[in-house]
């Protein structure tokens, strides 16, 4: 891909006042190509001064004026609209950067006027549809129906409402010929349209402030911040390799693309970690091999869903039935898991000796996580108690490795003091930020104590154990050290040290 066709940032500009979306473009001036004026949010009385804006900009500026029926929030009539169009893109300058670059007008707005003006004195239409629930039936109409005069940019904007439809947007974009174009999907489902525009053929991909004023304006748009130093937009192109985590919609909270994207710039490799929110599994396969990626890091709750698709499954992923790491390898699947050995180089390294044997912990958990947890402690030899909720699945994780096992409930007390040289939280409460499942316990302060949290980055039970004296540590480190293991099976490589020395950032 050359330069020139390399996909752009458009800031896109919210504020109410003309003066507050110059001071923001301020901000963010040196990382964006283009900014995009939303007339539509600025106080009446600020539109009277539309037509100076783009050479107070300094950038090549879009104008867009969006109805409330397509998510927008100009209230008035079509007339309305129709002046002030004609009012930003009158008396146009000899000096063309004093003029609007674009206007976005929606396909079933046709004011021949306005149109005939801008193609005179070269202001590029985006011709507009905006499908604010789900897509169009009929993807190829919606689009032809926009693309009838070749020199307008066609824009198509959905929002799928499962990965499904996701999905279904993907593969009818991949199989549309390369032109002009704008194709966007908004919302969890569509990050992967924002972050590879160019896969999708797209002149640039939208960006907002993450808060304009007191409200977030645009909430399916990343930060341009974000953009390039989380995604590494200005790095990516077309042969970058795509890597993708496979999760729920929580994971657009999850700190992994910027531990391994940190690591791939680091390292100068062209490859590129996407949140892939989805509904199933086999829906975050399809969306992987679409996009032609060559592995995956796979979290809650799809780590026992990959297992059918592996024609490889690692010595970890058979003893903990569960796997976090797809490599694309003779042209399948193989699986791993990186929990383990993450988990036990934290451990170490905050128990403060790599020998362990004979320690005697608390398990809290028996899910997803604590199996890869029940699996590091028993490899180091430590003896453990394992409680949980629901009887049977703290029994069934137990007999695999000879450990005591009991229901979690304010009877386990005593038997936590006799396994209190480390308690490990491996259950999903705390989260919320409230919630201790072992409030029934008290603190000695002799106590390690390991709460594989780390968002918020002190539970409940981390912030009590503090209070008795006891030393405490959350999951992030556990979360870089399988990141690195994770690196090191998809670049076959040892992993840098970046993944040991990246803070934990904060979290809003
Ligand atoms: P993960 O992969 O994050 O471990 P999981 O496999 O769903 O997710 O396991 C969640 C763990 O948190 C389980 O041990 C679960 O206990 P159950 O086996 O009884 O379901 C535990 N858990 C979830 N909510 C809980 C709650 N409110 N109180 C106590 N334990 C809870």
Redesign the pocket.
């Known amino acids: 891909m050359k330069e020139q066709d390399k996909p752009k940032i458009c800031l896109s500009l919210t504020g109410t006042t003309i003066a507050e979306d110059l001071r923001i473009l301020e901000r963010y001036r040196s990382l964006v190509d283009y900014v995009e004026l939303r007339a539509d949010c600025l106080d009446p009385s600020e539109r009277f001064y539309i037509r100076s804006f783009p050479e107070k900009a300094g950038h090549p500026c879009i104008l867009t004026i969006r109805r409330r029926q397509d998510g927008g929030k100009f209230e008035d009539g079509e007339g309305v609209r129709l002046v002030l169009f004609a009012k930003a893109l009158s008396f146009p300058m000899a000096d063309a950067n004093a003029n609007y670059a674009f206007v976005d007008l929606e396909h079933d707005f046709r004011a021949p006027v306005v149109e005939e003006a801008c193609r005179t004195f070269g202001t590029r239409i985006i011709r507009s549809f905006i499908s604010r629930t789900g897509l169009p039936e009929n993807l190829d109409t919606a689009y032809e129906n926009l693309t009838q005069e070749e020199d307008e940019i066609p824009k198509l904007v959905v929002h799928p409402q499962n990965s499904a439809e996701f999905i279904r947007f993907l593969e009818w974009s991949q199989r549309r010929p390369k032109r002009a174009q704008i194709l966007i999907a908004n919302g969890p489902y569509g990050l992967a349209s924002h972050l590879l525009a160019w896969r999708f053929g797209s002149l640039w991909t939208y960006a907002s402030p993450r808060q304009c004023g007191k409200e977030t304006t645009a909430p399916d748009l990343f930060d341009p911040l974000d953009l390039v130093n989380i995604y590494n937009f200005d790095l990516v192109d077309a042969d970058t390799v795509i890597y993708a985590l496979i999760g729920q919609h929580s994971i657009t909270q999850s700190l992994s693309p910027y531990l391994h994207n940190t690591a791939f710039r680091k390292m100068g490799k062209n490859a590129l970690l996407i949140p892939t929110p989805v509904d199933s599994f086999s829906d975050g396969l399809r969306i992987l091999e679409l996009l032609g990626g060559k592995g995956a890091a796979i979290t809650?709750?799809f780590?026992e869903d990959v297992l059918p698709f592996l024609s490889f499954h690692s010595t970890d992923v058979q003893r903990i039935g569960?796997c976090n790491t797809l490599v694309w390898r003779n042209s399948s699947w193989a699986g791993y898991n990186t929990d383990a050995d993450g988990f036990e180089r934290s451990l170490l390294e905050f128990m403060g000796k790599q020998d362990i044997s004979g320690c005697r912990a608390t398990l809290?958990?028996?899910?997803?996580?604590?199996?890869s947890i029940a699996l590091a402690l028993f490899r180091k030899g430590a003896r453990v108690l394992i409680l949980?909720?629901?009887y049977s699945?703290?029994r069934d994780l137990a007999r695999k490795y000879n450990f005591s096992y009991a229901h979690?409930d304010d009877r386990a007390a005593d038997q936590i003091s006799e396994y209190s040289n480390l308690i490990v939280q491996?259950?999903?409460?705390g989260m919320k930020g409230e919630?201790d499942?072992i409030n029934f316990y008290e603190f000695k302060g002799s106590e390690m104590v390991f709460d594989l949290i780390y968002h918020p980055s002190k539970t409940a039970l981390l912030k009590r154990a503090e209070a008795a004296g006891c030393r405490t540590i959350n999951g992030y480190k556990m979360l870089c050290y399988q990141a690195a293991g994770q690196y090191k099976l998809w670049m076959n490589e040892p992993p840098p040290e970046i993944y040991a020395q990246l803070e934990q950032p904060e979290l809003s």
């Open positions: 809650v709750p780590k569960a809290v958990g028996a899910g997803g996580a604590a199996k949980n909720r629901t699945a703290g979690l491996a259950t999903s409460v919630g499942p």
